[in-house]
T-cell receptor, first 112, second 113 residues
Framework: GQNIDQPTEMTATEGAIVQINCTYQ??????LFWYQQHAGEAPTFLSY????GLEEKGRFSSFLSRSKGYSYLLLKELQMKDSASYLC?????????????FGKGTRLSVIA | NAGVTQTPKFRVLKTGQSMTLLCAQD?????MYWYRQDPGMGLRLIHY???????AKGEVPDGYNVSRLKKQNFLLGLESAAPSQTSVYFC????????????FGPGTRLTVL
Protein backbone atom coordinates (compact mmCIF):
# COMPACT_ATOMS: atom_id res chain seq x y z
CA GLY A 1 0.00 0.00 0.00
CA GLN A 2 0.92 3.64 -0.16
CA ASN A 3 0.68 6.37 2.47
CA ILE A 4 1.35 10.04 1.86
CA ASP A 5 1.37 12.65 4.62
CA GLN A 6 1.44 16.41 4.39
CA PRO A 7 0.26 19.16 6.75
CA THR A 8 -3.39 20.12 6.45
CA GLU A 9 -3.00 23.89 6.59
CA MET A 10 -0.27 26.52 6.61
CA THR A 11 -0.25 30.30 6.74
CA ALA A 12 2.53 32.56 5.51
CA THR A 13 3.11 36.24 4.87
CA GLU A 14 3.30 37.89 1.47
CA GLY A 15 6.93 38.17 0.34
CA ALA A 16 8.11 35.41 2.67
CA ILE A 17 9.32 31.86 2.00
CA VAL A 18 7.30 28.77 2.90
CA GLN A 19 8.23 25.09 2.86
CA ILE A 20 5.54 22.42 2.49
CA ASN A 21 6.67 18.96 3.52
CA CYS A 22 5.53 15.59 2.24
CA THR A 23 6.48 12.17 3.55
CA TYR A 24 5.56 8.97 1.80
CA GLN A 25 5.66 5.22 2.21
CA UNK A 26 5.17 3.30 -1.01
CA UNK A 27 5.68 -0.16 -2.43
CA UNK A 28 8.20 0.96 -5.03
CA UNK A 29 8.86 4.48 -6.23
CA UNK A 30 8.80 5.94 -9.71
CA UNK A 31 8.54 9.67 -9.14
CA LEU A 32 6.98 12.38 -6.99
CA PHE A 33 4.82 15.20 -8.28
CA TRP A 34 3.59 18.47 -6.80
CA TYR A 35 0.36 20.05 -7.99
CA GLN A 36 -1.28 23.37 -7.20
CA GLN A 37 -5.05 23.60 -6.89
CA HIS A 38 -6.94 26.87 -6.47
CA ALA A 39 -10.37 26.65 -4.87
CA GLY A 40 -12.98 25.40 -7.32
CA GLU A 41 -10.42 24.61 -10.00
CA ALA A 42 -8.53 21.59 -11.31
CA PRO A 43 -5.05 20.65 -10.09
CA THR A 44 -2.21 21.98 -12.24
CA PHE A 45 1.28 20.49 -12.44
CA LEU A 46 4.12 22.24 -10.62
CA SER A 47 7.11 19.89 -10.41
CA TYR A 48 8.46 16.37 -10.80
CA UNK A 49 11.30 14.65 -8.92
CA UNK A 50 12.56 11.13 -9.49
CA UNK A 51 16.20 11.51 -8.39
CA UNK A 52 17.47 12.90 -5.09
CA GLY A 53 18.09 16.60 -4.98
CA LEU A 54 16.58 19.96 -5.71
CA GLU A 55 14.66 20.97 -8.82
CA GLU A 56 14.22 24.73 -9.26
CA LYS A 57 11.62 26.39 -11.42
CA GLY A 58 11.32 30.12 -10.91
CA ARG A 59 9.89 30.93 -7.46
CA PHE A 60 9.12 27.25 -6.84
CA SER A 61 11.60 24.51 -5.94
CA SER A 62 11.05 20.88 -5.02
CA PHE A 63 13.39 18.58 -3.13
CA LEU A 64 13.45 14.79 -2.89
CA SER A 65 15.22 12.31 -0.62
CA ARG A 66 14.29 8.78 -1.65
CA SER A 67 16.09 7.13 1.27
CA LYS A 68 14.04 9.18 3.73
CA GLY A 69 10.76 9.03 1.79
CA TYR A 70 10.63 12.81 1.98
CA SER A 71 9.98 15.75 -0.28
CA TYR A 72 9.32 19.43 0.15
CA LEU A 73 7.98 22.22 -1.99
CA LEU A 74 9.60 25.60 -1.43
CA LEU A 75 7.77 28.75 -2.46
CA LYS A 76 9.77 32.00 -2.46
CA GLU A 77 8.62 35.63 -2.61
CA LEU A 78 5.10 34.61 -1.76
CA GLN A 79 2.27 36.37 -3.55
CA MET A 80 -1.41 36.51 -2.67
CA LYS A 81 -2.17 34.41 -5.75
CA ASP A 82 -0.16 31.56 -4.20
CA SER A 83 -3.03 30.95 -1.77
CA ALA A 84 -4.13 27.48 -2.86
CA SER A 85 -3.93 23.82 -1.95
CA TYR A 86 -0.69 22.01 -2.75
CA LEU A 87 -0.93 18.31 -3.50
CA CYS A 88 1.90 15.83 -3.18
CA UNK A 89 1.53 12.72 -5.36
CA UNK A 90 3.64 9.60 -5.77
CA UNK A 91 3.87 7.16 -8.65
CA UNK A 92 4.70 3.62 -7.58
CA UNK A 93 6.44 0.91 -9.55
CA UNK A 94 4.44 -1.41 -11.72
CA UNK A 95 3.99 -2.69 -15.22
CA UNK A 96 3.22 0.14 -17.55
CA UNK A 97 2.10 3.46 -16.17
CA UNK A 98 1.08 3.31 -12.50
CA UNK A 99 -1.55 5.87 -11.45
CA UNK A 100 -0.55 8.68 -9.11
CA UNK A 101 -1.53 8.40 -5.46
CA PHE A 102 -2.27 11.78 -3.90
CA GLY A 103 -1.85 13.10 -0.39
CA LYS A 104 -4.75 15.01 1.12
CA GLY A 105 -3.21 18.35 0.24
CA THR A 106 -1.93 21.34 2.18
CA ARG A 107 -4.06 24.48 2.14
CA LEU A 108 -1.77 27.51 2.07
CA SER A 109 -3.09 30.93 3.01
CA VAL A 110 -0.94 33.93 2.13
CA ILE A 111 -1.69 36.99 4.25
CA ALA A 112 -0.64 40.60 3.84
CA ASN B 1 -6.03 21.97 -28.26
CA ALA B 2 -8.88 21.85 -25.74
CA GLY B 3 -6.89 19.49 -23.48
CA VAL B 4 -9.13 17.50 -21.13
CA THR B 5 -12.82 18.40 -21.08
CA GLN B 6 -15.63 17.10 -18.87
CA THR B 7 -19.38 17.07 -19.36
CA PRO B 8 -21.46 18.18 -17.50
CA LYS B 9 -19.94 20.79 -15.17
CA PHE B 10 -22.71 20.52 -12.59
CA ARG B 11 -25.48 18.01 -11.92
CA VAL B 12 -28.03 17.33 -9.22
CA LEU B 13 -29.47 13.82 -8.96
CA LYS B 14 -32.01 12.15 -6.75
CA THR B 15 -31.08 8.96 -4.92
CA GLY B 16 -31.43 5.98 -7.24
CA GLN B 17 -31.08 7.91 -10.49
CA SER B 18 -28.38 7.05 -12.99
CA MET B 19 -26.07 9.22 -15.02
CA THR B 20 -22.91 9.19 -17.12
CA LEU B 21 -20.03 11.62 -16.88
CA LEU B 22 -18.05 12.13 -20.07
CA CYS B 23 -14.35 12.87 -20.25
CA ALA B 24 -12.68 13.71 -23.56
CA GLN B 25 -9.05 14.49 -24.38
CA ASP B 26 -7.54 15.61 -27.67
CA UNK B 27 -3.88 14.98 -26.79
CA UNK B 28 -3.82 11.34 -27.98
CA UNK B 29 -3.02 10.16 -24.46
CA UNK B 30 -3.05 6.43 -23.75
CA UNK B 31 -3.85 6.69 -20.03
CA MET B 32 -6.99 8.13 -18.52
CA TYR B 33 -8.26 8.31 -14.94
CA TRP B 34 -11.32 9.19 -12.89
CA TYR B 35 -10.83 10.68 -9.41
CA ARG B 36 -13.24 11.97 -6.82
CA GLN B 37 -12.33 14.75 -4.43
CA ASP B 38 -14.04 15.24 -1.09
CA PRO B 39 -13.22 17.74 1.68
CA GLY B 40 -10.43 16.40 3.87
CA MET B 41 -9.99 13.29 1.72
CA GLY B 42 -7.89 14.48 -1.17
CA LEU B 43 -8.07 12.96 -4.65
CA ARG B 44 -9.02 9.29 -4.67
CA LEU B 45 -8.76 7.11 -7.76
CA ILE B 46 -12.03 5.46 -8.87
CA HIS B 47 -11.09 3.68 -12.12
CA TYR B 48 -8.47 4.10 -14.78
CA UNK B 49 -7.61 2.91 -18.28
CA UNK B 50 -4.26 2.18 -19.89
CA UNK B 51 -5.63 2.14 -23.41
CA UNK B 52 -8.68 1.84 -25.62
CA UNK B 53 -10.84 -1.08 -24.54
CA UNK B 54 -9.15 -1.51 -21.14
CA UNK B 55 -10.25 -0.50 -17.65
CA ALA B 56 -9.01 -1.18 -14.13
CA LYS B 57 -10.24 -0.52 -10.59
CA GLY B 58 -8.72 2.12 -8.40
CA GLU B 59 -9.01 2.78 -4.69
CA VAL B 60 -12.77 3.47 -4.51
CA PRO B 61 -14.50 1.69 -7.44
CA ASP B 62 -17.73 0.54 -5.76
CA GLY B 63 -20.90 2.07 -7.21
CA TYR B 64 -19.19 3.16 -10.44
CA ASN B 65 -18.61 1.65 -13.86
CA VAL B 66 -16.44 2.90 -16.70
CA SER B 67 -15.93 2.36 -20.41
CA ARG B 68 -13.18 3.31 -22.86
CA LEU B 69 -14.61 2.48 -26.28
CA LYS B 70 -12.61 5.22 -27.99
CA LYS B 71 -9.09 6.33 -27.11
CA GLN B 72 -10.13 9.94 -26.61
CA ASN B 73 -13.14 9.27 -24.35
CA PHE B 74 -13.49 7.82 -20.87
CA LEU B 75 -16.99 7.48 -19.44
CA LEU B 76 -17.90 7.18 -15.75
CA GLY B 77 -21.31 5.76 -14.93
CA LEU B 78 -23.37 5.80 -11.76
CA GLU B 79 -26.07 3.14 -12.04
CA SER B 80 -27.97 4.02 -8.85
CA ALA B 81 -26.74 7.25 -7.28
CA ALA B 82 -26.38 7.54 -3.51
CA PRO B 83 -25.82 10.63 -1.32
CA SER B 84 -22.32 9.27 -0.52
CA GLN B 85 -21.43 9.88 -4.18
CA THR B 86 -21.87 13.63 -3.77
CA SER B 87 -18.45 14.88 -4.74
CA VAL B 88 -16.34 16.69 -7.31
CA TYR B 89 -15.20 14.34 -10.04
CA PHE B 90 -11.99 14.95 -11.97
CA CYS B 91 -10.82 13.22 -15.10
CA UNK B 92 -7.13 13.15 -16.00
CA UNK B 93 -4.92 11.79 -18.75
CA UNK B 94 -1.26 11.37 -19.62
CA UNK B 95 0.94 9.76 -22.28
CA UNK B 96 2.97 6.60 -21.51
CA UNK B 97 6.05 6.97 -19.32
CA UNK B 98 6.47 7.50 -15.59
CA UNK B 99 7.85 11.02 -15.92
CA UNK B 100 4.72 12.45 -17.47
CA UNK B 101 2.39 14.48 -15.31
CA UNK B 102 -1.34 13.94 -15.39
CA UNK B 103 -3.42 16.64 -17.07
CA PHE B 104 -6.73 17.30 -15.37
CA GLY B 105 -10.12 18.31 -16.66
CA PRO B 106 -12.09 21.15 -15.01
CA GLY B 107 -14.20 18.82 -12.86
CA THR B 108 -17.86 17.89 -12.48
CA ARG B 109 -19.65 18.90 -9.30
CA LEU B 110 -22.28 16.24 -8.51
CA THR B 111 -24.88 16.48 -5.76
CA VAL B 112 -27.06 13.49 -4.90
CA LEU B 113 -30.12 14.32 -2.81
Amino acid sequence: GQNIDQPTEMTATEGAIVQINCTYQTSGFNGLFWYQQHAGEAPTFLSYNVLDGLEEKGRFSSFLSRSKGYSYLLLKELQMKDSASYLCAVRGLGSGNTPLVFGKGTRLSVIA
Amino acid sequence: NAGVTQTPKFRVLKTGQSMTLLCAQDMNHEYMYWYRQDPGMGLRLIHYSVGEGTTAKGEVPDGYNVSRLKKQNFLLGLESAAPSQTSVYFCASNPPGGAHEQFFGPGTRLTVL
